[in-house]
């Protein structure tokens, strides 16, 4: 079992469809949360980062944590043909000296006008 | 704030040559970078991590006399692939950590805009 699973999609919406992204973990020392968005042939973007369990929300982008869980999502409200991308989730363990972080293989979205 | 730059965006080279790759932290200084690689549809591979001032760690499997890393200044992080083969064609991307400025950054890594390179 990998550390950290994302399906890869492709994932195809309409304009202004609300989009869930999501991935699991299995390690349970994994405190930090990050989401990533990368168009094509650039380097990812940081979009949210978070630390605890629960929401946190940035203009139409939500993240969410459940620990327990062991599961992390993303939603994007009144999803744009902009937000077409590959969103790459990451997570880090607290501590390590590295600060390397494990990334998900990325879901492709595709945002239809 | 927290830009990367990387330089060049895009590099052709015949076989045999070596090719270098800047990378640079625009508005804070990085006290660790790091270099991955990126497959077409995949996602990113570390190849290695750099503390300003001393050796790249390596990950296993990476060839540390291909892919010399060095990270001499805050600022600055270069990749050099010697004697680059048609197999070294890749996106190589940086990303650079402060844990200085976290009053202003988020403490994580802030990633450069990927260099392309395709061997001849």
């Known amino acids: 079992q990998k550390e950290v699973e994302q399906d890869p999609g492709p994932l195809s919406v309409p304009e202004g469809a609300i989009v869930s992204l999501n991935c699991t973990y299995s390690n349970s020392a994994f405190q930090y949360f990050m989401w990533y968005r990368q168009y094509s042939r650039k380097g990812p973007e940081l979009l949210m980062y978070?630390?605890?369990?629960g929401n946190k929300e940035d203009g139409r982008f939500t993240a969410q944590v459940d620990k327990s869980s062991k599961y992390i999502s993303l939603f994007i409200r009144d999803s744009q043909p902009s937000d077409s991308a590959t969103y790459l989730c990451?997570?880090?363990?607290?501590?390590?000296?590295?600060?390397?972080?494990?990334f998900g293989k990325g879901t492709k979205l595709s945002v239809i006008p | 704030g927290a830009v990367v730059s990387q330089h060049p965006s895009w590099v052709i080279c015949k076989s045999g040559t070596s090719v270098k790759i800047e990378c640079r932290s625009l508005?804070?200084?990085?006290?660790?970078m790091f270099w991955y690689r990126q497959f077409p549809k995949q996602s990113l591979m570390l190849m290695a991590t750099s503390n300003e001032g001393s050796k790249a760690t390596y990950e296993q499997g990476v060839e540390k006399d291909k892919f010399l890393i060095n990270h001499a200044s805050l600022t600055l992080s270069t990749l050099t692939v010697t004697s680059a083969h048609p197999e070294d064609s890749s996106f190589y991307i940086c990303s650079a950590r402060s844990w200085v400025e976290l009053a202003v950054h988020t403490d994580t890594q802030y990633f450069g805009p990927g260099t392309r390179l395709t061997v001849l």
């Open positions: 978070t630390y605890s369990s």
């Open positions: 990451a997570m880090r363990i607290p501590g390590a000296g590295s600060y390397q972080l494990t």
């Open positions: 508005d804070f200084q990085a006290t660790t």
